[in-house]
């Protein structure tokens, strides 16, 4: 196969899990945006406008890179989704398409009373994350290191995977309807390159952290990486939900 | 093992079809036991091809005997008339037999070839009159080259029954127009054209013959195949569950009854697990291991 450009590309997970969403025309807030993968998904179903939210400013840079030559319709916004620069009932469209995993139970609840301050009546939410792993899974060892670590460092767990019963009532407590749910990865694949990605964040953690204390915690990631190579476990949700027309729920 | 129709031609084939090159590295016992083997498995529908090295010859003697129970595909790299009608009967005499069933102009690359082709003096006005003698049963063609000369092609030939083409998750998974196959499957199954689906169990490349010389390659694969039965069925799986009628063994004898085996329990495949094989091959293809996520 030809060489890679850092091309358009739209995964099929996120084409799967807006395939049935209204975009076209509507204004979206892809909520932790990441490299792009949505934006650019949405972009391409016509959009009329992206906010792209982001807390990484090397991600906010990568969206640019990869959505922001080609349109007026995205805006790039470096912040905190906990509190966002979004106006009241401004936004269509709300999708997290892994965002969940990486907010601790108290940045989720911020989280998700934001999107309904800034959600528009009859809404749309699309909300895409990892169910928890099964015990069997070797990738729990490393998540687990990922997390010891970042809890030294930082008093926060790096992942947490929330079922996707739990992430609707969370939602249904803030007058959000339940409208669909399906699977788009069974199983998820967390290939070699994932892995050392989550190795990647061993490393960062620990820099702050006394060497007795954060050696074994990175020797200990590598070996799993490399033991674990490649591995299949768990699955991937995708439950999408709708925000009452009126709104008497605020 | 299941069978599909191939397009309008009014053949069932076998949602796996022997990829026949496969004999080439075979000695002729070896040849006539895999045939044995492959025909064991319900397989129906055979693919060779002059360029093959020995392969038509190593069929031969197991195809006449077995000639009722298999379709028969081979192809042509001649564009011209003459070296069409000259590389057909060659065929035929290789072969030993009176009849191809599907005879594929093989690889086709760029455009003037299809000028070529379908030119007055061209590859196809050779195979029509084969047809018209009884040669040639049935029309296809092959390629590994860009989708938007395939939908040409579709246009551009009237009478084409069959296509064959790449179809892997690595394949799938790209939007780019250069490897959008998924275009070419679905317009040949609107005009109800056969489709074959090669290189479904491609990995990569093979690493710069600097590395790892050909000689040294462990498998007699065009590219890296995966060669784990489980990956042989996530990859047969796959590709039959896209819509082909038909799926292409690969060319190493070593992985044809892994797949063949695979093709006898194919049972579907749910979208959920498609996208799984399509996400694992964009993360492989990556260079730089940035996601955390998919
Ligand atoms: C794994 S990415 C999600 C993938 C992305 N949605 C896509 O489609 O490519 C998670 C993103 O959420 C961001 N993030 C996590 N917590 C955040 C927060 N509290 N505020 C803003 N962004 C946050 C991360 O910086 C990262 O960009």
């Given at each position: 196969?030809?060489?890679e450009?850092?091309?358009?590309?739209?995964?099929?997970?996120?084409?799967?899990?807006?395939?049935?969403?209204?975009?076209?025309?509507?204004?979206?807030?892809?909520?932790?945006?990441?490299?792009?993968?949505?934006?650019?998904?949405?972009?391409?179903?016509?959009?009329?406008?992206?906010?792209?939210?982001?807390?990484?400013?090397?991600?906010?840079?990568a969206?640019?890179?990869?959505?922001?030559?080609?349109?007026?319709?995205?805006?790039v916004?470096?912040?905190?989704?906990?509190?966002?620069?979004?106006?009241?009932?401004?936004?269509?469209?709300?999708?997290?398409?892994?965002?969940?995993?990486?907010?601790?139970p108290?940045a989720?609840?911020?989280?998700a009373?934001?999107?309904?301050?800034?959600?528009?009546?009859?809404?749309?939410?699309?909300?895409?994350?990892?169910?928890?792993?099964?015990?069997?899974?070797?990738?729990?060892?490393?998540?687990?290191?990922?997390?010891?670590?970042?809890?030294?460092?930082?008093?926060?767990?790096?992942?947490?995977?929330?079922?996707?019963?739990?992430?609707?009532?969370?939602?249904?407590?803030?007058?959000?309807?339940?409208?669909?749910?399906r699977?788009?990865?069974?199983?998820?694949?967390?290939?070699?390159?994932?892995?050392?990605?989550?190795?990647?964040?061993?490393?960062?953690?620990?820099?702050?952290?006394?060497?007795?204390?954060?050696?074994?915690?990175?020797?200990?990631?590598?070996?799993?990486?490399?033991?674990?190579?490649?591995?299949?476990?768990?699955t991937?949700?995708?439950?999408?939900?709708?925000?009452?027309?009126?709104?008497?729920?605020? | 093992?299941?069978?599909?129709?191939?397009?309008?031609?009014?053949?069932?084939?076998?949602?796996?079809?022997?990829?026949?090159?496969?004999?080439?590295?075979?000695?002729?016992?070896?040849?006539?036991?895999?045939?044995?083997?492959?025909?064991?498995?319900?397989?129906?529908?055979?693919?060779?091809?002059?360029?093959?090295?020995?392969?038509?010859?190593?069929?031969?003697?197991?195809?006449?005997?077995?000639?009722?129970?298999?379709?028969?595909?081979?192809?042509?790299?001649?564009?011209?008339?003459?070296?069409?009608?000259?590389?057909?009967?060659?065929?035929?005499?290789?072969?030993?037999?009176?009849?191809?069933?599907?005879?594929?102009?093989?690889?086709?690359?760029?455009?003037?070839?299809?000028?070529?082709?379908?030119?007055?003096?061209?590859?196809l006005?050779?195979?029509?009159?084969?047809?018209?003698?009884?040669?040639?049963?049935?029309?296809?063609?092959?390629?590994?080259?860009?989708?938007?000369?395939i939908?040409?092609?579709?246009?551009?030939?009237?009478?084409?029954?069959?296509?064959?083409?790449?179809?892997?998750?690595?394949?799938?998974?790209?939007?780019?127009?250069?490897?959008?196959?998924?275009?070419?499957?679905?317009?040949?199954?609107?005009?109800?054209?056969g489709?074959?689906?090669?290189?479904?169990?491609?990995?990569?490349?093979?690493?710069?013959?600097?590395?790892?010389?050909?000689?040294?390659?462990?498998?007699?694969n065009?590219?890296?195949?995966?060669?784990?039965?489980?990956?042989?069925?996530?990859?047969?799986?796959?590709?039959?569950?896209?819509?082909?009628s038909?799926?292409?063994?690969?060319?190493?004898?070593?992985?044809?009854?892994?797949?063949?085996?695979?093709?006898?329990?194919?049972?579907?495949?749910?979208?959920?697990?498609?996208?799984?094989?399509?996400?694992?091959?964009?993360?492989?293809?990556?260079?730089?291991?940035?996601?955390?996520?998919?």
């Open positions: 196969m030809a060489e450009t850092p091309s358009q590309t739209v995964p099929e997970t996120v084409k799967a899990a807006i395939a049935d969403r209204p975009v076209e025309g509507r204004v979206c807030l892809e909520a932790g945006a990441g490299v792009g993968n949505t934006t650019a998904g949405l972009l391409a179903a016509g959009a009329a406008r992206v906010y792209a939210v982001t807390d990484d400013p090397a991600h906010a840079a969206v640019r890179d990869r959505c922001g030559d080609a349109t007026d319709r995205l805006v916004v470096e912040g905190d989704l906990r509190q966002t620069p979004l106006r009241p009932d401004s936004v269509d469209l709300v999708t997290a398409h892994g965002l969940c995993n990486l907010l601790d108290a989720l609840a911020a989280v009373a934001e999107f309904s301050r800034v959600a528009a009546a009859g809404c749309h939410l699309v909300v895409d994350d990892y169910e928890p792993l099964p015990e069997s899974a070797a990738v729990r060892d490393l998540f687990a290191v990922e997390n010891a670590a970042t809890e030294l460092a930082t008093g926060r767990s790096a992942l947490t995977f929330y079922p996707a019963s739990l992430l609707r009532r969370v939602f249904a407590g803030h007058g959000w309807t339940f409208d669909r749910e699977t788009l990865l069974d199983p998820v694949p967390w290939t070699a390159s994932h892995l050392s990605a989550h190795a990647g964040v061993v490393t960062d953690a620990i820099a702050g952290l006394p060497p007795e204390l954060g050696d074994p915690l990175e020797r200990r990631a590598e070996r799993l990486v490399e033991a674990i190579g490649e591995e299949f476990a768990g991937m949700y995708s439950v999408a939900m709708t925000r009452p027309d009126g709104d008497e729920t605020r | 093992m299941e069978t599909r129709p191939l397009g309008a031609t009014g053949q069932e084939s076998t949602v796996a079809t022997f990829g026949a090159i496969a004999l080439n590295w075979l000695e002729q016992e070896g040849a006539n036991q895999m045939v044995e083997h492959v025909l064991d498995h319900g397989v129906n529908h055979f693919d060779v091809a002059p360029t093959y090295g020995d392969a038509e010859l190593k069929l031969g003697p197991k195809l006449r005997q077995h000639r009722e129970d298999i379709f028969l595909g081979c192809k042509t790299q001649e564009r011209g008339y003459d070296g069409a009608a000259h590389k057909l009967e060659r065929s035929l005499d290789r072969l030993g037999v009176d009849t191809i069933d599907l005879y594929q102009i093989h690889g086709l690359e760029y455009e003037s070839e299809l000028d070529e082709i379908t030119g007055d003096d061209g590859a006005a050779a195979i029509r009159e084969a047809k018209a003698e009884g040669k040639v049963d049935h029309l296809g063609l092959t390629s590994h080259g860009n989708p938007d000369l939908l040409d092609a579709i246009d551009r030939i009237d009478d084409l029954e069959t296509l064959m083409f790449p179809l892997n998750p690595v394949v799938a998974g790209k939007d780019d127009d250069e490897y959008d196959y998924e275009a070419v499957l679905e317009r040949a199954s609107e005009e109800n054209i489709t074959l689906g090669i290189k479904a169990f491609a990995k990569g490349s093979w690493p710069p013959t600097s590395e790892l010389p050909e000689e040294d390659r462990p498998y007699a065009w590219y890296e195949p995966v060669d784990t039965p489980e990956e042989i069925r996530d990859r047969f799986d796959f590709a039959a569950s896209q819509g082909l038909t799926v292409v063994t690969p060319g190493d004898p070593k992985l044809v009854s892994m797949v063949l085996d695979a093709a006898s329990r194919y049972d579907g495949m749910d979208e959920a697990t498609q996208r799984a094989l399509i996400e694992q091959s964009r993360h492989d293809d990556s260079p730089v291991p940035e996601q955390l996520h998919h």
